[in-house]
Structure formats: structure tokens, C-alpha cells
């Protein structure tokens, strides 16, 4: 009981954050903070919706089977973990992409979860097994027996948290955009959070290819996060479904991505599956049910 307790207290203190205030920051050339408070349209989100994003999230990364909650990809130097599969890095095999496990530890830390021994240090433990073959290898070792009872028993924990980085995005994004950009990144994510549809098209895309303003996720200086997705849609005019706007969208910047990646990675091959699960945000219509 304490447990779901902590649980719904923190998917109500989302709810009643979750009609964010956007700020548009501006530095000016005075040296002076210039900030021009906009209303998100996002509507609150009740605990059970964030549940269903977190269940759609869990299908897309996981086909909504427990036991790929915790899975090494092929051609990948990371675990991915949980509903979101979330990049856990060995200590030697450090990339471009950004590591999410870590805070989602923190994240059910700070929300009263109770997480394994081994996890629960500081500086936060690099993943033990150092590659593909080493975790392969490793299925009997006890400790992914507990990290799994542990990702299936927090799984609404994870939902909240997917829920809280979407609201962090924009923000973020706005802080780290050249002044020009802003009103249209912003303008953009407000036009495609005007939909529930929309609402889990943004949520799902930040965990699936997060929010474009690291340093080191980009091949060649182009970036393939939410951030990039935004700044290339076209505005309502020229393109008035904004769902389908940042569908199109989003396509051409992952079709980028695999352009520009290094051809040892292969990336191509991971392309349609991309495309597929970025093409059906358009059928979640009936599925994303947000109240009033």
C-alpha cells in the first residue's frame, strides 16, 4: 500500500504541474533576462493517462512483454532498460548518447522507490557487463534477476517519469536556442501538444530519440532529436495537421540521421522500424483519451 501510495501522489503532483509555463528566454544585449511567460496547451494529465502513455511507450520499446525490459541491442555498446528502455553505458564503452537509467534512478530515489543495494551508490555505477556477449552471458547472474523484479514492479514509476522529462523538454530546448528559433519551436510544440494524439507523440519521441540539444548527439553537426523535429516542421498554412506535420517531419530528420551515420554502424537496417513506429502516432486517435 505505501508503495502505490508514493506512486499516485507523484502521478497528482505531475498532474497539477502539467499545464507548464513555457518559458521563452532571451538573452538581450544588455546582459538582461528577458522572459516571456507563454500557456503550454497540454491538458493535466490524470494518473491513468499517464499510465496509458507509459503502456504505449512499454509496446513501442518493449511489444508490452516483461521480459525485454531489459535487453542489449544488437550494434549497440549500451543496456536499454525498463518501458522506455532507458541507455545504461559500461564504464568502457561510453558514446554520443545520452544516458537515461541514471536518472531515472535518481528520479524513483527522490520519489520514494526503493532500488537494488548495488544501484543505490554515488557516484552512480557504470553497467557491470561490458558488452553484448559479456550480458548475453550472464543470465543467470543474480543481480538481473533483481534489476528485472525491480523494472516490472516500478513500471507505473517509469510512466511518471517518461511524463516528467516531457515536461522538462521544452524548456530546455528554448533555453539552449539561438533567439530566432524560439517562438517557432515553441509555436510547434504547442500546436502538436493540442491533441491527445500529440500529447503521446511528443512524450513517446523524447524518450525514443530525446531532446536534440546534447553536444554529442549529432553525425556531422545535425542532430536528430525533438528539438530538430520541430524546427523543420512547416508552420499551420502551409501545413495545418500539425500531427501529421511533425510525422513528416520526423521521418526526414531520421532519414538524416541514417545518412549521416557512420557506415559501421549500419544504421539503415533500423530505419523502417523507425519509420514504422513514427507513422503509427498517426492511428493513436482512439487509443489517447485525455479528459476534459
Known amino acids: 500500500m505505501g508503495r502505490a501510495r ?7 503532483r505531475i498532474r ?3 499545464c507548464i509555463a ?14 516571456n511567460a ?7 494529465l490524470s494518473p491513468q493517462e499517464i499510465q496509458q502513455i507509459g503502456e504505449m511507450v512499454f509496446k513501442n520499446e518493449c511489444a508490452s512483454k516483461d521480459e525485454n525490459l531489459i535487453a542489449w541491442n544488437e550494434g549497440e555498446n549500451f543496456m536499454s532498460l525498463g518501458i522506455g528502455h532507458f541507455i545504461w553505458h559500461p564504464a568502457n564503452m561510453k558514446d554520443s548518447f545520452e544516458e537515461s537509467f541514471a536518472k531515472y534512478i535518481e528520479y524513483a530515489k527522490s520519489s520514494g522507490e526503493k532500488v537494488p543495494a548495488w544501484l543505490d551508490s554515488a557516484p552512480f ?9 559479456e550480458f548475453l552471458n550472464a543470465q543467470s547472474d543474480g543481480r538481473l534477476a533483481e534489476l528485472k523484479e525491480f523494472l516490472v514492479r516500478t513500471k507505473p514509476m517509469q510512466a511518471a517519469f517518461i511524463v516528467k522529462r516531457l ?3 521544452l524548456p530546455l530546448m528554448l533555453k539552449s536556442a539561438v533567439e530566432s528559433t524560439r517562438d517557432k519551436i515553441a509555436m510547434q510544440f504547442n500546436r502538436v501538444a493540442s491533441t491527445a494524439p500529440g500529447v503521446f507523440a511528443l512524450a513517446d519521441y523524447v524518450n525514443f530519440k530525446e531532446f536534440g540539444i546534447a553536444s554529442g548527439e549529432n553525425y556531422q553537426g545535425k542532430g536528430w532529436g525533438l528539438f530538430q523535429v520541430l524546427a523543420r516542421m512547416r508552420g499551420a498554412t502551409e501545413a495545418p495537421d500539425a500531427l501529421g506535420e511533425f510525422i513528416r517531419s520526423a521521418n526526414l530528420v531520421l532519414e538524416e540521421r541514417v545518412q549521416n551515420s557512420p557506415l559501421s554502424r549500419n544504421e539503415q537496417r533500423w530505419l523502417p522500424g523507425w519509420q514504422q513506429r513514427i507513422n503509427s502516432y498517426i492511428n493513436k486517435e482512439e487509443k489517447v483519451c485525455l479528459q476534459d
Open 38 to 44: 507563454q500557456e503550454v496547451i497540454i491538458e493535466r
Open 16 to 18: 497539477v504541474s502539467f
Open 125 to 133: 555505477p557504470a553497467c557491470p557487463w561490458n558488452s553484448r556477449i
Open 167 to 169: 515536461q522538462e523538454s
Open 6 to 12: 508514493k506512486i499516485s501522489e507523484e502521478l497528482t
Open 22 to 35: 513555457v518559458l521563452v528566454i532571451g538573452i538581450l544585449g544588455s546582459g538582461v533576462l528577458s522572459v
